[in-house]
């Protein structure tokens, strides 16, 4: 029978021989496998590393950022004031001018005032400042602060009297506008208290 010898059988040297190279093959693999593992955990650590300057990076530049922020921010408030002085100083030189003279006419100290009022109104202008406009409007709290009622045919809540102006800045109120208000009437007893 062909098949029986061609196939070695426990007693025969080839089988030595085959246990050997599955011990080389398995031992071989296992070197496979641990330079695998060894080859991962170094591209791990290198990941780790990677991701660890990319996150350093990540929050240098968000801490720069706030600084650049905060750095903005108060150049803001102090060039906004600054620009507000600048227009100022027109209407303080005015006034020192008006002040000076000692020989005007009260004609000429009128045009002195006039003129000053002018500068401020410029100023006023360029910070956007604006007058909240209130004689007929109807009473907004938001703008306006009541101080008395009159009795009046007028719809309640209208303004009818200011006794300060109010002004907005863009669109926040500085100071609300010191205003009279209408009430209704008070209603007359038409008949007569019970005889």
Same mark, same amino acid.
């Given at each position: ?10 007693e ?12 080389? &093959?398995i ?5 496979a496998?641990?330079l695998?593992?060894?080859e991962?955990?170094a591209a791990?650590?290198n990941?780790i590393?990677?991701?660890? /300057? ?21 150049? &803001? ?6 620009? +507000? ?9 005015t ?5 000076? /003279?000692?020989? =005007? ?9 006039d003129m ?7 100023? +006023? ?8 406009? =209130?004689?007929?409007?109807k +009473? ?5 602060q ?6 009046? /045919? ?8 200011? +006794? ?8 926040r ?6 205003? &009279?208000?209408?009430?209704q009437?008070?209603q ?8």
């Amino acid at each position: 029978m062909p098949d029986e010898q061609n196939t070695p059988t426990p007693e025969m040297p080839a089988d030595d021989e085959s246990a050997k190279l599955a011990a080389e &093959a398995i031992e071989n693999a296992n070197a496979a496998a641990e330079l695998t593992l060894e080859e991962k955990l170094a591209a791990a650590e290198n990941e780790i590393a990677a991701l660890k /300057d990319q996150h350093l990076r990540a929050l240098a530049e968000q801490e720069n950022i706030r600084k650049r922020n905060q750095q903005e921010v108060q150049n &803001a408030r102090e060039y906004a004031a600054r620009d +507000f002085a600048f227009s100022m100083l027109s209407v303080k030189d005015t006034l020192e001018m008006v002040l000076k /003279d000692d020989k =005007s006419t009260t004609e000429q100290l009128k045009m002195g005032v006039d003129m000053t009022l002018k500068n401020l109104a410029s100023a +006023f202008e360029r910070a956007k400042v604006k007058e909240v406009k =209130s004689d007929g409007a109807k +009473f907004d709290p938001n703008v306006h602060q009541a101080m008395s009622q009159i009795e009046s /045919d007028q719809p309640a809540g209208t303004v009818l009297q200011v +006794f300060q102006k109010g002004y907005m800045i863009g669109e926040r109120c500085l100071r609300p506008a010191m205003v &009279a208000v209408s009430a209704q009437p008070k209603q007359q007893d038409d008949g007569a208290s019970g005889s």
